[in-house]
């Protein structure tokens, strides 16, 4: 007769998550990642099937994973770098004023990594890494997003009767293809 081990139910480490402890860097637009002050770990939503039945639709899983979007929240730099580089990321892609945006926008080299990402045929995608801290600010977990492109960049907003100084926190939006958590293991 086999012996079952019993199931460990308890929880080892008692230190909840914290919200600040968190860094994130793109690939494509590593001055965004600097000033970085929110980010969200998006929902992923699984569609339902119905299976019809004389009293009721019974809810099976469906196949399908929907991705929430990628936003994240940054302070802008004095000489706007870092807003600017995701504008000219979106108008690289969307080319606004003529054809001419995009190609000027696949020349660019600058700012990728060729070793760490190859670049697709039309250089409009990047990869970017979500790193967790644990409550000692040591590294657990990475979140790593495949294929990411903004879609969305937050006005700034400029006011002349503002009393307190403010700094400019704008907001990007990002649709991508996948992402994955994995656990860093320490080793030692």
Known sequence: MA?????????????????RGFTFSVNRAPKVSYFG???????????????PNYLREI?????????????????????????MEIQNWIRGIGFPESLSEIYNWQKKSDTINVEQEPRSELNLYSDGTMTILDSM???????????????????????????????????????????????ITSCC
């Open 3 to 19: 012996v079952q081990k019993p199931i460990n139910t308890q929880i080892e480490n008692r230190n909840f998550l914290q919200p």
């Open 37 to 51: 002050r929110k980010i969200n770990l998006p929902a992923l939503e699984l569609d339902i099937a119905r299976q």
């Open 59 to 83: 809810p099976l899983p469906g196949t399908m994973i929907d991705f929430e979007d990628l936003t994240f929240e940054f302070l802008v730099d004095e000489d706007l770098k870092n807003y």
């Open 137 to 183: 600010n040591n590294a657990s977990f990475k979140v790593k997003y495949q294929n990411l492109f903004p879609y969305r960049l937050s006005t700034l907003q400029f006011d002349a009767t503002l009393q307190d100084a403010e700094f400019f926190t704008a907001q990007v939006s990002f649709k991508y293809m996948m992402y994955n958590i994995d656990e």
